[in-house]
């Protein structure tokens, strides 16, 4: 087969493969193309094992995907055990998912032929150039992805063999139009209010309070005003960012790199090949190769017997061409036949793989092309500073790591040894460290016995690329409840606001139920009135007052109805609703988006009891040692 012969493309082809087999959605996932080794399984699904191989190659590929996405901040979660643990977990939870379904598929005899698996490879946006399938980027990108053929097919035919099960439940829903209808009655209908709002904050600036009731307030309410536990810090910090700026480049210092690596600044050479492959390695094989290339020196055209005869059936069909090649990519028996023709046309003997025999054609040459020194010396400067800085970064952190353990109990040492300065922070918590401090590798140090208790100088941390610290504790304090008198303040700022709250709801309640037996005389007394009218859908600007709106009780004979809530800032708001504006007829079509969104939801639902049915009549087990070892 040829589709092994390649054994290098472009990074972007080697994604789009992995791209392929990364969990990205609930129900996508590996099959059993991957080796399933003798150890524990990771999980068992019925009488199938998902090997513990297989759930690092998906968990690896999973956080791949998730790294590129979110950068630091997915590295600042899975620092988390937590959350590391959650991840894990969700990851196994859906390559379950996706071996049940594959299991009902196979008891419901669901199947694809091979002809469906070629020409969905065939289709694949990945593999074409131009709009049409590139056997190069095949094969060259199953190869550096460490895949053979055979595993991609096997991959392919149990994905499709899953989604012709996830399409037959997703595409058997529909609504019916009288459902469309209440489901948009309910979507669009609108709702005329008018609010008033009692400010929280005005209540609690008259509340009355004494100090009596703030030391009982303190007494029952002391965990609200506990410091916690902190320390003071000094820290050394290195960064690579500016050491570039200060490395100087002399031109000959650039010549000499662009001498002894001239290769780095060369198109490579490369040979466009047609091939004629007789798959076997038995005698019977060599002799219909040999039997073929007699033809062709007899004169028979290459492109028509590639066609007729080769048993690579991706490229027989373009007379066997393989496009461009160049050195490194093919499999080297067949690079090296390929490399030794050196005119157009010309042909080669015999050429033994493990594929079988191969029959070689040079289309054309391609020679290597070296770019000037002059075009390519910025880039060399620029890479020949950036190697410079980043290994005098190294000798400073090294330096600093040194002189930070020679001298534990300071680091006017360490600072001095790489031409920093020690800097200073005061008190913190874990919750408010801020800037370098809140590094999760920093933070875990500082707490650390060695460095909190035992006052040492911590070890370098590296908390970025080219981007290290060295910390220590200077002081630190215990977690404690802070005395009456220094939190005084606090303590009577959340009591005038507990008791504004309270005067505030006591207001709005008695003004609702004045208002509901059509008495005005609270409100009046109140100071207070409603705004200006305004109507609202179901998405308001205001949460909670579009939540009460659309749970109040329709107006009844032109009586608006009245009820309260708190908003996002604790005030108390007021709702009447004078009037329910129904939206009419929805006259939609079963294309429409709401529609669809509909169907959507019933067909999720039911690929969810799906779902849920099999995992009830299937035995899914995670082996005990796993569940801590592994997730």
Not at 122 to 142: I, S, T
Not at 312 to 329: N, R, Y
Not at 383 to 391: E, P, T
Not at 401 to 418: H, I
């Amino acid at each position: 087969m040829m589709e092994r012969l390649r054994e290098g493309a472009n990074n972007w082809v080697i994604k789009v493969i992995l791209g392929l087999i990364i969990i990205s959605f609930a129900f996508a996932g590996v099959g059993s193309y991957l080796a399933g080794g003798n150890d524990v399984p990771a999980a068992t699904v019925g009488d199938q094992d998902i090997s513990r191989a297989q759930f690092e190659q998906v968990y690896q590929n999973e956080r791949a995907r998730m790294q590129q996405q979110a950068g630091e901040m997915f590295s600042t979660l899975m620092s988390d055990p937590a959350y590391l643990r959650q991840f894990r977990q969700n990851v196994l939870d859906r390559m379950v998912n996706d071996m049940l379904l594959e299991q009902y598929a196979n008891e419901l005899n669901l199947r694809v032929s091979d002809v469906q698996i070629k020409q969905a490879i065939v289709d694949m946006p990945q593999f074409q150039r131009d709009g049409k399938f590139d056997n190069e980027l095949y094969q060259a990108g199953l190869r550096r992805a460490g895949f053979t053929p055979d595993q991609f097919a096997e991959y392919m035919r149990k994905d499709l063999v899953r989604q012709q099960l996830v399409n037959a439940l997703l595409s058997s829903e529909f609504v019916l139009g009288d459902e469309i209808q209440s489901q948009y009655d309910l979507v669009a209908q609108t709702r005329a209010i008018r609010t008033l709002t009692l400010p929280v904050a005005t209540f609690a600036e008259k509340a009355n309070i004494t100090d009596e009731e703030m030391k009982a307030f303190y007494d029952k309410n002391s965990g609200d005003f506990v410091r916690p536990e902190q320390i003071k810090a000094s820290f050394v910090e290195l960064s690579g960012d500016k050491l570039a700026d200060n490395i100087k480049v002399t031109d000959e210092e650039a010549k000499a790199y662009y001498d002894a690596n001239k290769a780095n600044y060369e198109s490579k050479a490369k040979r466009k090949v047609s091939h004629i492959l007789i798959q076997g390695d038995d005698a019977d094989a060599k002799a219909k190769a040999e039997a073929v290339l007699a033809d062709l020196k007899a004169g028979k055209d290459f492109a028509a017997e590639a066609k007729a005869k080769s048993d690579d059936t991706f490229s027989a069909k373009d007379g066997g061409s393989l496009d461009w090649i160049e050195k490194g990519v093919m499999d080297p028996s067949f690079e090296e036949a390929a490399f030794a023709l050196k005119n157009k046309g010309d042909i080669s003997g015999l050429v033994k793989s493990e594929f079988g025999y191969h029959i070689i054609k040079l289309d054309d040459v391609e020679p290597a092309v070296a770019k000037p020194f002059d075009e390519v010396k910025d880039s060399i400067v620029a890479a020949l500073k950036q190697q410079k800085a980043a290994d005098r970064f190294y000798e400073m952190s090294t330096e600093l790591s040194e002189k930070a353990f020679e001298m534990p109990d300071n680091l006017d040492d360490a600072a001095k040894a790489v031409n920093a300065k020690v800097q200073k922070t005061d008190f913190f918590s874990r919750q408010d460290a801020q800037g370098v401090m809140a590094n999760p590798k920093v933070l875990e140090a500082l707490f650390s016995p060695e460095v909190r208790e035992d006052g040492l100088n911590s070890e370098v941390i590296e908390i970025a690329p080219e981007h290290v610290v060295v910390v220590r504790v200077d002081d630190s304090r215990d977690e404690t409840v802070l005395p009456f008198d220094e939190v005084k303040a606090q303590v009577k700022a959340k009591l005038a606001a507990q008791k504004g709250e309270q005067e505030a709801l006591a207001l709005a309640d008695k003004i609702v139920a004045g208002l509901k037996e059509g008495n005005k005389e609270a409100l009046d007394a109140s100071g207070y009135s409603f705004g200006d009218e305004e109507t609202v859908g179901r998405v308001g600007a205001d949460r909670a007052v579009t939540e009460l709106a659309f749970t109040m009780a329709k107006p009844v004979d032109g009586k608006p109805v009245y009820g309260r809530t708190e908003n996002a800032a604790g005030d108390v708001i007021i709702v009447e609703l004078d009037k329910v504006n129904e939206p009419g007829k929805a006259d939609m079509k079963p294309t429409d988006p709401m529609a669809q969104s509909m169907v959507r939801a019933k067909a999720n639902a039911d690929l969810d009891s799906t779902l849920g049915q099999l995992r009830s009549k299937t035995e899914v087990t995670v082996p005990a040692q796993n569940q801590e070892e592994q997730l």
